[in-house]
């Protein structure tokens, strides 16, 4: 079955711009969780949906927002990008009762 | 101290050598996991643990939940082993993962 798919894969934004990311989990998983990872503060816990509500939040300002759809496609939001928020965001999406992770190619976002 | 500490930061091996690589924690889990990720950036998840040990081929994952300490090992290593190597645990109380901050294995042929 098809992996876990994130558009784009590659964006460059200017600062003070805002940033949409789409993730679309493995058919049938209801978790899709959000990361974000650089070379500095490596792999960080933005926030996990299951069924369309948010269920944990990492400790990142209110600039970042996701939300998630009936279909448990999902969507993150960064706003008023600043220079530290290029990084590389990866989802992960994970079955009913199940811990393992799957996660998507990630989408690569520099800010100018 | 971070929740989570990897050891070594960097390791290089032969081609054919035993490696093991550390996670010590310091937070009560629900689960931890193993992580690979090769350049690119995409990642693997090797293992998921929350008691004893898992094998996979040659990948062995260990942990002791009384110590909070978890091993991963790599018998007869490859050079299609060289990788950045993560270990992850979810936190018992706040149900969200933190991450170490990665191992780089690099081995020569």
């Known amino acids: 079955k098809a992996g876990v798919t994130q558009t784009p894969r590659y964006l460059i934004k200017t600062r003070g711009q805002q940033v949409t990311l789409s993730c679309s989990p493995i058919s049938g998983h209801r978790s899709v969780s959000w990361y974000q990872q650089t070379p500095g503060q490596g792999l960080q816990f933005l926030f996990e949906y299951f069924s369309e509500t948010q269920r944990n939040k990492g400790n990142f300002p209110g600039r970042f927002s996701g939300r998630q759809f009936s279909n448990s496609r999902s969507e993150m939001n960064v706003s008023t990008l600043e220079l530290g928020d290029s990084a590389l965001y990866l989802c992960?999406?994970?079955?009913?009762?199940?811990?393992?992770?799957?996660f998507g190619a990630g989408s690569r976002l520099t800010v100018l | 101290k971070n929740e989570v500490e990897q050891s070594p930061q960097n390791l290089t091996a032969q081609e054919g050598e035993f490696i093991t690589i550390n996670c010590s924690y310091s937070v009560g889990i629900s689960a931890l996991h193993w992580l690979q990720q090769h350049p690119g950036g995409g990642i693997v998840s090797l293992f998921m643990l929350s008691s004893g040990k898992k094998k996979h081929g040659r990948l062995i994952a260990t942990i002791n939940i009384q110590e909070k300490h978890s091993s991963l090992h790599i018998t007869a290593s490859h050079p299609r082993d060289s990788a950045v190597y993560i270990c992850?645990?979810?936190?018992?109380?706040?149900?969200?993962?933190?991450f170490g901050a990665g191992t780089i294995l690099r081995v020569k042929s």
């Open positions: 992960a999406s994970r079955g009913a009762g199940a811990n393992v992770l799957t």
């Open positions: 992850a645990v979810r936190s018992e109380y706040r149900n969200k993962l933190v």
